[in-house]
């Protein structure tokens, strides 16, 4: 029996969701999810990251707004780095994030609770080239 009503902690975290709460349009299926930090700037905003046929769909556990998505065809460049330091920012922001820049300038930094970073680039990058071969056929 617990001592002053404290619960134990499992063994291991719970895995994260297969799917979005929201339905996907006809023909995209995730590949790939992981429970996620967005970080921008101070905040950090715990959620799930899900890795689709089309895009990267962040889902927010908490807050007014719930979901992030950025289309594997506007990605510019992207990387594994530690984001630039913030003037009074959160201890411990300096690990290594998954950094993603859209075509038009936008900064996306991304870090997971168990350090897939590298695996995810990899992923992301493939899918990146096949939506930029896609485009330049059309």
Not at 67 to 77: D, H, L, N, Q, R
Request: hydrophobic content about 40%; aromatic content about 8%.
């Amino acid at each position: 029996m617990p001592i002053f009503g404290r619960r134990r902690k499992p063994d291991s975290p719970a895995p994260p969701p297969k799917q979005p709460q929201v339905a996907l349009p006809s023909g995209e299926e995730v590949a790939r999810s992981a429970d996620a930090v967005l970080v921008q700037g101070k905040a950090a905003i715990k959620g799930v990251l899900f890795l689709t046929n089309r895009r990267l769909v962040f889902e927010a556990k908490s807050g007014d707004a719930r979901y992030m998505t950025v289309p594997f065809s506007e990605v510019k460049a992207s990387g594994v780095y530690v984001p630039p330091a913030t003037t009074m920012g959160r201890p411990g922001a300096r690990q290594p994030c998954l950094f993603i820049e859209t075509d038009k300038g936008e900064h996306v930094w991304w870090s997971f609770a168990r350090n897939e970073e590298d695996e995810w680039l990899a992923i992301v990058r493939e899918r990146v080239a096949a939506a930029t071969a896609d485009r330049h056929e059309e």
